[in-house]
């Protein structure tokens, strides 16, 4: 007996089968590109993608006839919905969160609504990266296309759907859209009046874990898979990811180290509306019932590609045809201590607390002698550094962290762990399976299934921790001037980057 953890991404999607005790039978990957049909515009093909996610099925399905699947459960990128018909047709395109689409109609809603009203209601401040904006654009830019759609989906379920089951969102993907109403669990009325939307275009709410239906007659000759396959609500992929580490109790964290480096706090209670405006912090429903997520994030992971990309493109090349794995020997250049090199990361829009957009990177700290290893240990420290700010801001929230859980492609280094552990101050746990997303989403599959009794007990039968990393307290006590050293980058260039 096996569960199927189906993981959307923006670039690429996979499909894992784990037995019931977390063991990996099979796994596959396969990479897709989005779309810039026009200037400021970014889209998937979910026609095309359908057929991709098909594919990494059957691949896993043929590999794992053994150990019969009983239930699959779908993790996604965020805020993207799909167009479809009742009958599973596809009718559009889907924006993602980047796509400027619809961001001409912030500035009205914010004088109907102000971001702490509607951070009350939805837990979010408006933004063009939600789902709100962009149905707006297709109601008023394409309307034909909009009445003929049924429902838009977001991937989760929108996968799910065309597997065969009900049209339905979970809670945490709700969430995106900016038109939940995060305590009653529902769509709030009076946000989707004020958008001027069709609530009936959205699909009903349900909590992730819940059997939505199974694979279609006709898929599972297709695929591969066995009858009755049970289909169960997954959820945003930062909550799966966080439920495939065991991150299910307050004061837990999961450190996501994949192209953004993405903490993602636990808590119970929703907290003061104000505190959390005031650090750029949303409030989002957690796949495990009763508890909440926000998202301190920078672009850490692509600023580790940018420097793979610029400094070690022979490297690169030998690397893939060797198998080697290029950012494990890179790391192993960095130099065992802190040297000069520090780096304020706004290579790209920052995160938390001030989303930064009119900043650049900076390098500091080069002399004729630096290493490219010390450059390397620069980025590191200082993308980690930034999100130091961001957690010691904190305390006043209520919010707090004893334990962060590693995960992503970045936490198979044990270098980079120590580092993080070091500066943040706090233990790092790495599992043994770091690639999450469709980890946590098999033990959604199997909670809805009734093979776990709760979300609770599959984490504790599928999630195995491999080793620990404390902090080094004489490293932490280097980093601390290293620290106040990094925040006095920013005031004093801030003006100057701004001009360029």
Not at 356 to 366: A, F, K, M, R
Request: net charge negative; hydrophobic share 35%; proline share 6%.
């Amino acid at each position: 007996m096996s569960l199927l953890g189906i993981d959307v991404g923006t670039t690429g999607c996979k499909a894992a089968v784990f037995s019931t005790e977390g063991q990996l039978v099979a796994s596959a990957y396969e990479e897709y590109d989005f779309q810039r049909p026009k200037p400021g515009y970014a889209e998937l093909d979910p026609a095309h993608i359908w057929e991709i996610v098909k594919r990494v099925i059957s691949q896993v399905a043929s590999r794992s006839k053994e150990d019969e699947i009983r239930a699959l459960s779908v993790s996604s990128l965020g805020e993207a919905t799909v167009p479809v018909t009742r009958d599973r047709q596809v009718l559009g395109p889907s924006p993602l969160n980047f796509d400027l689409r619809g961001d001409e109609y912030l500035e009205n809603l914010g004088n109907v609504l102000t971001n702490e009203y509607l951070y009350k209601i939805n837990g979010n401040t408006f933004g063009n990266q939600y789902s709100l904006t962009k149905l707006m654009w297709f109601q008023h830019h394409h309307p034909g296309l909009y009445q003929k759609t049924d429902k838009f989906l977001h991937w989760s379920g929108f996968i799910s759907f065309m597997l065969g089951a009900e049209a339905r969102v979970d809670y945490s993907l709700a969430n995106r859209t900016l038109l939940f109403d995060l305590d009653h669990q529902t769509w709030s009325d009076e946000l989707i009046q004020i958008a001027g939307l069709d609530r009936s275009k959205l699909p009903d709410p349900v909590p992730s874990g819940t059997y939505i239906g199974d694979v279609s007659t006709q898929l599972v000759s297709e695929l591969g898979l066995p009858p009755h396959v049970a289909i169960v609500s997954g959820c945003h992929d930062q909550c799966a990811n966080a439920v495939g580490v065991g991150v299910i109790k307050e004061g837990q964290a999961i450190y996501g180290m994949g192209t953004y480096i993405c903490i993602t706090p636990v808590f119970h209670q929703r907290k003061d509306p104000v505190l959390m405006i005031a650090r750029g912090l949303n409030t989002e429903h957690h796949a495990v019932p009763g508890l909440y997520v926000c998202y301190i994030y920078n672009l850490g992971g692509a600023l580790l590609k940018w420097f793979r990309d610029t400094f070690a493109v022979s490297e690169r090349q030998q690397a893939a045809a060797t198998g080697r794995d290029i950012y494990s020997d890179l790391i192993g250049e960095i130099p065992e201590q802190p040297g000069k090199v520090l780096v304020l990361p706004h290579f790209g829009p920052t995160g938390p607390p001030e989303f930064t957009t009119d900043s650049y990177g900076v390098i500091t700290g080069l002399r004729l002698e630096t290493s490219r290893g010390e450059i390397l240990r620069g980025i590191l420290e200082g993308t980690t550094f930034y999100l130091k700010e961001c957690l010691d801001s904190l305390p006043p929230t209520g919010i707090s962290i004893q334990e962060l859980r590693a995960a992503g492609g970045g936490s198979k280094s044990a270098a980079w762990l120590q580092i993080c552990a070091d500066i943040l101050g706090k233990p790092f746990v790495r599992p043994r399976i770091t690639e999450a997303g469709t980890l946590g989403a098999a033990i959604l599959a199997g909670a809805g299934k009734g093979i776990f009794p709760n979300i609770d007990a599959g984490v504790e039968s599928m999630v195995k921790l491999e080793q620990r990393f404390e902090p080094n307290l004489d490293m932490g006590k280097r980093y601390a001037e290293r620290y106040e050293k990094y925040k006095a980058l920013s005031p004093l260039l801030k003006d100057y980057l701004s001009t360029l």
